[in-house]
């Protein structure tokens, strides 16, 4: 089964703050639900745009689109 890499894409002069929280909230949130996430981190691709980033099991997809609603998504290999 395949992994899938979930995106939440933050923009502004605190887009790297605010998703550095926003992976706290993904810890807590998987601890929570006892769900299996990995590599939570963040991703900055400029000063004014980072990301926060958690890949899942292809299987969880549906489950975790629902509740934690990303702004995207891709296959990861």
């Given at each position: 089964m395949g992994k899938v890499k979930l995106i939440w894409d933050?923009?502004?002069p605190n887009g790297k703050r605010?998703?550095?929280h926003?992976?706290?909230h993904l810890h807590d949130f998987?601890?929570?639900e006892k769900l299996h996430g990995?590599?939570?981190?963040?991703?900055?691709f400029s000063e004014m745009h980072a990301a926060a980033t958690m890949?899942?099991?292809e299987e969880d997809v549906t489950v975790m689109r629902e509740k934690l609603k990303p702004?995207?998504?891709q296959r990861v290999e």
């Open positions: 933050f923009r502004g605010t998703a550095e926003h992976c706290v998987i601890k929570m990995e590599a939570i981190k963040v991703v900055e890949i899942i099991k702004h995207r998504g």
